[in-house]
């Protein structure tokens, strides 16, 4: 071979040696790749992990805790309350057969001692019996007083009265046998003491009208009637 092709075969070399690509960059950018792909397949992972575990807990989350309720306030049985049949708001209570001293008016209700509205909440034995007096079949009402027109002042009054149920049992509610009142019933009574003095001193009851069903237009009359 002589120098001139010798020559030229290096420079021919040479060239091409210049064209080809460095080494060295080569590998550098071959590492990056190498790199990048395995962020990419390491996010596509995390990724798809977070996916099925969110799967997995809407398919299989725990019930939700029930929030703590209140506990339910106890219900009480309470007393009775209807009207005895045949009766209605506002009529006169028929116990005992009395004799009316005068005639039921707002004028005659006015001079009543005492007169309230109430609900009964006890029944027991007389109270304003004296030992020198002829005794009369009466009982002791208990009241949760709801409103007084004259006479009181109290959430209570105990006041004598006609028992429940007199006479001969015939169940006419109209007749003055017939179940006139009971723990529940609302009634509005009026009455005088009965052996004298201040109104709530041994107090009774009256009929003949002066001690009826509560009604609320009727309580409205009283209240008007006892200014």
């Known amino acids: 071979m002589n120098l001139s092709t010798e020559r030229e075969l290096r420079e021919l070399f040479a060239a091409d040696a210049a064209d080809a690509p460095d080494e060295l960059a080569v590998a550098a950018a071959a590492v990056r790749q190498v790199h990048r792909r395995r962020r990419t397949l390491t996010v596509a992972a995390a990724t798809t ?3 099925v575990a969110a799967l997995g807990y809407g398919v299989h989350r725990p019930a939700a805790t029930p929030q703590a309720e209140p506990p339910a306030t106890p219900v009480m049985s309470a007393p009775a309350t209807d009207l005895p049949a045949g009766v209605k708001p506002g009529d006169p209570l028929a116990f005992g057969a009395a ?20 609900t009964v909440t006890g029944i027991g034995p007389a109270r304003t019996e004296r030992g020198n007096q002829p005794p009369l079949d009466l009982r002791s009402v208990t009241f949760q007083v709801h409103t007084w027109f004259k006479g009181g002042s109290g959430s209570t009054a105990v006041v004598d009265m006609s028992p429940p149920t007199a006479g001969t049992g015939t169940g006419d509610a109209t007749a003055e046998d017939a179940p006139a009142y009971q723990v529940g019933i609302r009634l509005l009574v009026s009455g005088t003491p009965r052996w004298g003095g201040a109104p709530l001193t041994d107090p009774i009851a009256w009929g003949c009208g002066f001690t009826r069903y509560y009604s609320p237009s009727l309580a409205t009359e009283w209240a008007t009637a006892t200014k």
């Open 99 to 118: 004799q009316c001293v005068k005639a039921y008016a707002p004028e005659t209700l006015a001079e009543q001692a005492f007169a309230f509205d109430g």
């Open 49 to 51: 992990a977070v996916i």
